[in-house]
């Protein structure tokens, strides 16, 4: 869930030059071009099932707005944003279309913040979810296949393809977890805020989104989010060795 509330024609200059600078790299380096198809299908699973994830959470809290919007889908058209999307193709993170919806239509056995909480948590699980997912597949294919299969042309593609699945859902799971609006994780943070530090951070949010664009040009999101990142790869690989044995 990626939304802009400030000057979005200031944000996609910012964004148009740096993907220049990137399309530029991959068009002069064939390798990393190779890569780039080959992170496309990940892209697609991540962005999708994302996105589906916010929708039908906040729809399970009594809010349609995503259902009659076409959002409760798992067609990537119905979620990709075209930015975003190259964004996480080129420089490994990345968003989808934002789903609305409406605090005011959950269930009233929560409150909205928690709704809210609950709703933007859903996203990052989902892709967490579907890294674990991959994983055992991946483990399942290297323990029943044959080392030929293995060293084949098909099996190669094959692996490839889903490790940087699973790469890409693990990014960007963790991404969204930045507690730095537009991000899910400036929402998931809010219940568990002392009153006065919630005040501050919706009397600041401008400011919030300008840190947050300044850490992500500049690279320091990666450098940050990137011990997270290799953490969370770890242990999902360690779980699926433990569970077939390897």
Not at 109 to 123: D, F, N, P, R
Not at 125 to 130: D, G, H, S
Not at 198 to 203: A, D, Q, S
């Amino acid at each position: 869930m990626f939304n802009f509330n400030f000057d979005k024609k200031t944000m996609y200059i910012i964004i148009g030059i740096m993907l220049l600078f990137l399309v530029m790299q991959y068009a002069t380096n064939p390798g990393q071009l190779l890569g780039l198809l080959l992170s496309a299908p990940g892209v697609l699973i991540a962005i999708t099932f994302h996105e589906f994830a916010h929708g039908y959470a906040a729809y399970k809290l009594g809010d349609d707005t995503a259902k009659r919007q076409g959002r409760l889908s798992l067609n990537p058209f119905a979620h990709l944003d075209p930015i975003g999307t190259l964004m996480l193709l080129v420089a490994g993170f990345g968003w989808g279309k934002p789903v609305e919806v409406d605090p005011r239509n959950y269930t009233r056995k929560i409150s909205m913040e928690k709704g809210e909480a609950i709703v933007s948590l859903a996203g990052p699980l989902m892709n967490f979810i579907l890294a674990i997912i991959f994983t055992l597949i991946y483990c399942a294919i290297y323990k029943f296949t044959s080392a030929t299969f293995m060293a084949s042309t098909v099996g190669t593609v094959i692996m490839l393809l889903i490790s940087t699945t699973i790469s890409i859902n693990i990014g960007l799971g963790v991404f969204n977890l930045i507690p730095l609006p537009p991000l899910d994780g400036s929402k998931i943070i809010m219940p568990f805020l002392p009153y006065k530090a919630k005040e501050f951070f919706v009397n600041n949010e401008q400011i919030f989104y300008i840190v947050f664009v300044l850490i992500w040009i500049t690279g320091i999101a990666g450098t940050i989010i990137t011990p997270a990142i290799n953490w969370v790869s770890k242990g999902v690989l360690a779980l699926g060795k433990l569970i077939f044995g390897l």
